[in-house]
């Protein structure tokens, strides 16, 4: 247990359907991150969250939305998405921005 | 913005023997550079890190050299043993000043052989 849970582990949803994912942590920290990791692709930023205000959306499409309602919780929701959006998901937290800590990650599958 | 590379993709070695894993980066303006491990089903974990002050930092048998002038920075895992088998990323970022976001590598996969 890294300090960081995401739920669920593993989802698979149809492209009509809405679906969250969810992120936790304790660690005090103050930045949280959602990160995208496909099969022979660097890890892609999607969302970073400064003390609960969202300072960065690289490009993600609307299908995509993230939601931080305090700075312990993060969530993803999901809707009408594509197969090309099957990967894992991982979560990421910091302080001032330093050394992450992920959670294990929910690894998505469309159908 | 900042680039980072990673190199090789895939590393195979013998137990006992080292590797080592390179990077280089683009953005001089980088001051921190953290060393992550990915097991299967697992997210990364730091293992490692250096910042700019320094050139070198070791934790028992992992290792982190910087060359700043040169913008590039490597991983030296010494008598390796089979559990050391995983993803490897490296990532920059310009911690301190405002940015929140680390670059990552595209990662190496390292497979120590009994």
């Known amino acids: 247990e890294t300090g960081v849970t995401q739920t669920p582990r593993h989802l698979v949803m149809g492209m009509t359907n809405k679906k969250s994912l969810k992120c936790e942590q304790h660690l005090g920290h103050n930045a949280m991150y959602w990160y995208k990791q496909s099969a022979k692709k660097p890890l892609e930023l999607m969302f970073v969250y400064n003390f609960k205000e969202q300072t960065e959306n690289n490009s993600v499409p609307s299908r995509f939305s993230p939601e931080c309602p305090n700075s312990s919780h993060l969530f993803l929701h999901l809707h009408t998405l594509q197969p090309e959006d099957s990967a894992l998901y991982l979560c990421?937290?910091?302080?001032?921005?330093?050394?992450?800590?992920f959670g294990s990650g929910t690894r998505l599958t469309v159908v | 913005g900042e680039n980072v590379e990673q190199h090789p993709s895939t590393l195979s070695v013998q137990e006992g023997d080292s590797a080592v894993i390179k990077c280089t980066y683009s953005d001089s303006a980088s001051n921190y550079f953290p060393w992550y491990k990915q097991e299967l089903g697992k997210g990364p974990q730091l293992i490692i890190d250096?910042?700019?002050?320094?050139g070198e930092k070791k934790d028992q048998r992992i290792a982190v050299t910087l060359n700043k002038t040169a913008k590039h920075f490597s991983l030296h895992i010494t008598e390796t043993q089979p559990e050391d088998s995983a993803v490897y990323f490296c990532?920059?970022?310009?911690?301190?000043?405002?940015?929140?976001?680390?670059?990552f590598g595209k990662g190496t996969k390292l497979s120590v052989i009994p």
């Open positions: 990421a937290s910091s302080h001032l921005g330093d050394g992450y800590t």
């Open positions: 990532a920059a970022s310009e911690s301190g000043a405002g940015s929140y976001q680390l670059t």
């Open positions: 250096i910042r700019s002050n320094v």
